[in-house]
């Protein structure tokens, strides 16, 4: 059983931005999440990270979520800028940094529908791929739920597709967890991530956000490429998610530039 948390524990005051670091906002942001058995996950990331597991049914496994969002208002945190509107998908794994205890994400990578990806894939060596990004989202602003919610995404590196939905009868469920606020705060508020660079080099960068409002939704279909492809969920348990979370709208500051880890 993952241990009793809640948000008061995990929730601080924004750290001011400096120089390049960036506001923006995430809309139509999901987080569909997989439960699978945890030695698929062996090899995907350096020995100083370990799986932060959910004891299932009596079987350990590790969550890996697929995060599709539009990037609204993407702009500079400190000085006038233009901002950018863009389809991205994250892709994390959920681990705990064992130099610090902190619970964090390991990033397989990131697509995004935009030109400006030149800047975190060939700037700073993120793990970043192009895609073209089509979201056909309805929100009813009176049920405060999505009538409509697809995405798809063409890309070589990770092509996708889902479709939720949302219901009036829908609850959080969260098997492994002691309580609702306990798995929130492991699945929606990890401020730091790490991933392998594309040099091959240990990189990492932080993000700050309120307590996100995500409401619970089902899923109708999914096919990712990636997590079929390196046989961390096959397609057939990609339409059996452990949960659907949904929000509307939320704002982000990331910290930036990405630091390099020696």
Request: charged share 20%; hydrophobic share 40%.
């Amino acid at each position: 059983m993952q241990p009793l948390r809640q948000f008061k524990d995990y929730l601080h005051d924004r750290p001011e931005p400096t120089g390049i670091d960036i506001v923006c906002g995430l809309k139509h942001f999901s987080i569909i999440t997989y439960a699978v058995p945890a030695v698929r996950f062996e090899g995907l990331f350096p020995d100083r990270f370990r799986l932060d597991t959910v004891i299932i049914d009596g079987e350990e496994k590790g969550l890996i979520s697929v995060v599709p969002f539009i990037d609204v208002d993407f702009t500079s945190a400190v000085y006038a800028f233009p901002s950018f509107t863009m389809g991205q998908t994250n892709y994390r794994i959920y681990i705990i940094d064992t130099e610090t205890d902190e619970r964090c994400v390991w990033f397989l990578g990131t697509t995004l529908d935009s030109w400006t990806l030149a800047v975190p894939r060939y700037l700073w060596s993120l793990p970043w791929y192009s895609a073209k990004m089509t979201f056909d989202c309805q929100f009813d602003a009176v049920t405060g739920r999505y009538t409509k919610y697809t995405v798809d995404a063409k890309s070589k590196w990770a092509a996708a597709s889902v479709s939720l939905a949302q219901h009036s009868e829908e609850a959080f469920s969260f098997p492994g967890f002691p309580n609702v606020e306990s798995a929130l705060v492991y699945l929606t508020h990890p401020l730091a991530g790490f991933y392998h660079r594309r040099d091959g080099k240990l990189g990492t960068y932080r993000v700050w956000h309120k307590k996100l409002d995500v409401q619970p939704a089902s899923l109708i279909s999914a096919k990712f490429s990636l997590l079929s492809n390196l046989g961390i969920v096959t397609t057939a348990e990609q339409n059996h998610p452990y949960s659907v979370l949904i929000e509307p709208l939320n704002r982000f500051t990331i910290y930036l530039p990405p630091k390099v880890i020696d």
